[in-house]
């Protein structure tokens, strides 16, 4: 006995946008739920815990530090991966912005609340004649000129340039009467979620599948599993299992034995098939082209000119279809024999369940029996 694979790992993980399942990695879903502790430390600066991190690793807490592999701590553990997602491109702190309202609770030197980079890495040579280091941006602002708190003037040269720099930067700048706050740029309500910052590390880290992948709600999530899998040929037809090395008595369709069996052949091609599709242009009085793939079936559907929950209806139909073809495929080589002459009601009946249960809408079966497109939305 041995298992076979005709799915990717990284294809089910992958983001439906990218042609994906969308299910997510761990490893995602891991260092988006350690950055929450780390986005705390920003948004709960002044409470308990953060201030007890900030008495033993700093203010800015080792972030962006390169920490020695022989120091250890569940803080450093969680600083750690940082870099380790910095090397992937992902730079999730920047991603966190600080917007100041009055600057009571913004550090005006540590902290990067004007541009990205705090002024204690952009002013040194200032910073070392600040005698309040810790000085927050209302009371820097609040004196009567910003030297007032260095332990002399600065000189000519270097000091005397970033005090220009400075103060350019700082002109014109009123603060508004609201309480300052750390904002997570990836979110519409600036409030960090371990799902944007998990997409955003899935999205990084895991390939292109394909073309974004389409999802229909009115079928159940098997069905909607197989029409992906149909999408990027990731069935185990007799073709895919003779080409990994499987010995089959015969490669032809077992419902026509006229051509190899291919998933093309299967869902577009077979004569069976055909028929079907014939059917359902008539039940859904549509004009369907010969199809050969499914991308000249995308092709066309997308073509079409129907209200978007008639459309779906319609997607959900094809997905039905497929998932029988399937279904009566397996039980062609498998057993117990089914009924052809009764393939096309089947699917009529199923996708009436289905899909009415699932969209919510009125309609009866005698109205979807006749045609859905007269179906009142």
């Known amino acids: 006995m041995f298992s076979m694979t005709f799915v990717k790992w990284e294809n089910v993980l992958a983001s439906k946008d990218k042609g994906g399942m969308g299910v997510s990695s761990f490893f995602a879903l891991n260092r988006a739920l350690i950055f929450k502790w780390i986005w705390r430390f920003h948004s709960q600066g002044f409470s308990l815990w953060s201030r007890v991190i900030k008495a033993i690793h700093g203010v800015d807490g080792k972030l962006g530090y390169h920490i020695k592999p022989s120091a250890s701590s569940n803080w450093i553990d969680i600083v750690r991966t940082l870099p380790i997602l910095l090397n992937k491109g992902i730079d999730l702190l920047g991603y966190i912005k600080k917007k100041v309202g009055n600057g009571e609770k913004t550090l005006f030197w540590y902290e990067p609340w004007k541009g990205d980079v705090s002024f204690n890495n952009l002013f040194p040579r200032l910073f070392a004649l600040e005698l309040d280091k810790k000085i927050s941006v209302a009371g820097k602002m609040a004196q009567p000129s910003l030297i007032t708190s260095f332990r002399r003037n600065p000189r000519s040269g270097t000091e005397a340039s970033q005090m220009a720099m400075l103060t350019s930067l700082l002109e014109g700048i009123c603060l508004p009467n609201m309480l300052d706050r750390w904002c997570w740029s990836l979110s519409g309500d600036e409030e960090f979620s371990v799902s944007s910052a998990r997409i955003l590390i899935d999205d990084k ?3 292109t599948v394909g073309s974004k992948t389409h999802w229909c ?4 999530l098997k069905v909607n599993i197989l029409s992906w899998r149909v999408k990027l040929n990731n069935l185990p037809t007799r073709l895919n299992l003779s080409r990994r ?3 089959i008595q015969s490669i032809l369709c077992p419902s026509c034995n006229l051509a190899v069996e291919s998933t093309n052949h299967i869902f577009f091609s077979c004569p069976m098939m055909k028929d079907l599709y014939k059917s359902i242009s008539r039940w859904w009085d549509v004009n369907l082209l010969n199809l050969s793939s ?3 079936w995308w092709e066309w559907f997308s073509s079409l000119r129907l209200s978007s929950k008639l459309k779906l209806l319609m997607e959900g139909v094809f997905y039905i279809t497929w998932w029988s073809v399937w ?6 080589i498998f057993g117990p024999f089914p009924s052809k002459a009764r393939l096309f009601d089947d699917i009529v009946a199923l996708s009436f369940t289905w899909c009415r249960s699932r969209s919510k809408l009125n309609f009866s079966k005698i109205d979807w029996l006749k045609n859905p497109l007269y179906i009142s939305m």
């Open 217 to 220: 709600k009115y079928v159940p």
């Open 294 to 296: 499914y991308d000249d």
């Open 327 to 332: 279904n009566f495929r397996n039980k062609s």
């Open 205 to 207: 880290t895991l390939g």
């Open 245 to 247: 090395g499987m010995d």
